[in-house]
């Protein structure tokens, strides 16, 4: 809202902040999600997908999909801890639902959505993990 009360419409830089270019957008979304954890080991898969519902003409319409992975590997008194992340979306892309690049689950040191955000993605860490002697 703006000093006045309006709805804005745009971000300090002139970018909608909706699809529709009004002050909301519509939409209905469908879910379908599934992990695995491996008990054994630590490792994990997860996958989502996700399906916009246009059940009227000016709702949004798009489909996103997102997997992560990760993979510890023992290295003596160290885990090697191996991360991975990745999403795409396909059809409409209100700039709320883009994937952000940053904050302390990203890029650390950066703010969520500090170092970018976008249609796709590809993100891979890695940490070497000990437990301190104290």
């Given at each position: 809202?703006?000093?006045?009360?309006?709805?804005?419409?745009?971000?300090?830089?002139?970018?909608?902040?909706?699809f529709?270019?009004?002050?909301?957008?519509?939409?209905?979304?469908?879910?379908?999600?599934?992990?695995?954890?491996?008990?054994?080991?630590?490792?994990?898969?997860?996958?989502?997908?996700?399906?916009?519902?246009?059940?009227?003409?000016?709702?949004?319409?798009?489909?996103?999909?997102?997997?992560r992975?990760?993979?510890?590997v023992?290295?003596?008194?160290?885990?090697?801890?191996?991360?991975?992340?990745?999403?795409?979306?396909?059809?409409?892309?209100?700039?709320?639902?883009?994937?952000?690049?940053?904050?302390?689950?990203?890029?650390?040191?950066?703010?969520?959505?500090?170092?970018?955000?976008?249609?796709?993605?590809?993100?891979?860490?890695?940490?070497?993990?000990?437990?301190?002697?104290?």
């Open positions: 809202m703006d000093s006045h009360g309006q709805p804005l419409l745009t971000d300090v830089y002139g970018a909608p902040l909706t529709s270019g009004k002050h909301s957008d519509c939409m209905m979304l469908g879910v379908l999600s599934g992990s695995y954890s491996s008990p054994a080991d630590g490792s994990q898969l997860g996958i989502s997908l996700e399906q916009a519902l246009p059940l009227h003409s000016s709702w949004l319409n798009f489909n996103r999909l997102r997997v992975a990760e993979q510890p023992p290295l003596g008194p160290f885990t090697l801890n191996l991360r991975g992340k990745a999403g795409s979306v396909y059809g409409d892309l209100p700039p709320y639902e883009a994937f952000p690049l940053g904050g302390t689950n990203s890029v650390r040191g950066y703010a969520e959505g500090g170092v970018g955000s976008g249609r796709h993605f590809i993100e891979g860490t890695a940490e070497l993990r000990w437990v301190a002697p104290w």
